[in-house]
């Protein structure tokens, strides 16, 4: 059988056309190709999107990536899916090259939960903008999670009673601020944790930063890659009276958070879905 992969642009065409504007990648590079591993895919094709790539018109585009490029034989896409020049392809016209150039075309007509709403990249930036990571994992398919090297921080959690990891944000990365339920993949093991977004109100109220507290875990991770997987929103972000006040509340927060994870790893609802089975397989769960 021929083998079967996934196409992607690099960097994504909006941040090419629009660089200075900020654009929530729900799913880095790296992790993308992470993912299309753990599907079984057989190769990934990522395409240098440059004023090259974006200078060709559709039929240049099936023409000389597709066909001569690539060799396809067979093209899925999504009822959406829009390229060449000025967007002047669609699945229309790409069915259209198609049958001229000697490829087949599938096209994948939107998929709907049972309210009847579509699974979108941009439902999922809008439930994630507003806290809401259960409702965006089961579109998604998998906890949603950010990727990044530990950070050193301010050492306040360690004055508090609750020292954390920090990890940066990418830029655009639009999660409402407050406290989740999390998990944290590290170091080949998976750890309970509480996870902050926020300004740090209480301090300084100054940039956003990401901050996990691992409930099981009092090692050092500075250096290390981590992801920091949302599992639930327990709060908003707010400022305290004093530090002895913050210290009850996150006392009160890693009490619940515990009970949700508890609970999440007795029945995880991912499970229901074949990426979150191919992640939790991955994870040792």
């Known amino acids: 059988a021929p083998p079967f992969g996934a196409m992607v642009f690099e960097p994504h065409p909006r941040a090419y056309f629009a660089p ?150 990418q830029p655009g990365q639009a999660l409402a601020h407050g406290i989740y339920a999390a998990r944290v993949h590290a170091l080949g093991a998976v750890h309970p944790a509480a996870a902050y977004l926020g300004t740090r109100p209480t301090f300084d109220d100054g940039p956003p930063v990401l901050e ?5 875990f009092a090692g050092d991770l500075y250096g290390a890659e981590i992801a920091v997987e949302f599992i639930d929103f327990i709060r908003g972000d707010q400022a305290f009276e004093n530090e002895e006040a913050l210290r009850a509340e996150m006392a009160e927060d890693c009490r619940r958070i515990e009970a949700i994870l508890a609970e999440v790893a007795r029945d995880d609802p991912m499970l229901a879905y074949p990426l979150g089975r191919a992640l939790a397989r991955e994870a040792g769960a």
């Open 20 to 169: 200075d504007a900020a654009l929530f990648r729900l799913t880095p590079l790296p992790y993308k190709l992470h993912l299309f591993e753990a599907f079984g895919l057989d190769l990934a094709v990522v395409l240098d999107f440059d004023a090259a790539l974006a200078g060709l018109s559709a039929r240049a585009f099936a023409e000389e990536v597709l066909v001569a490029g690539l060799g396809v034989r067979h093209v899925v896409v999504g009822a959406d899916f829009f390229f060449g020049k000025g967007r002047d392809g669609d699945p229309e016209v790409l069915c259209a090259l198609g049958a001229a150039l000697g490829f087949a075309v599938t096209v994948v007509d939107p998929v709907r939960d049972e309210t009847g709403e579509v699974f979108s990249s941009s439902r999922v930036r809008a439930l994630l903008e507003r806290g809401d990571v259960r409702a965006a994992a089961h579109v998604l398919g998998h906890w949603w999670r950010v990727i990044g090297q530990v950070t050193g921080g301010a050492g306040r959690g360690h004055g508090l009673g609750f020292p954390t990891v920090n990890v940066p944000m």
């Open 212 to 216: 996990a507290f691992l409930l099981d």
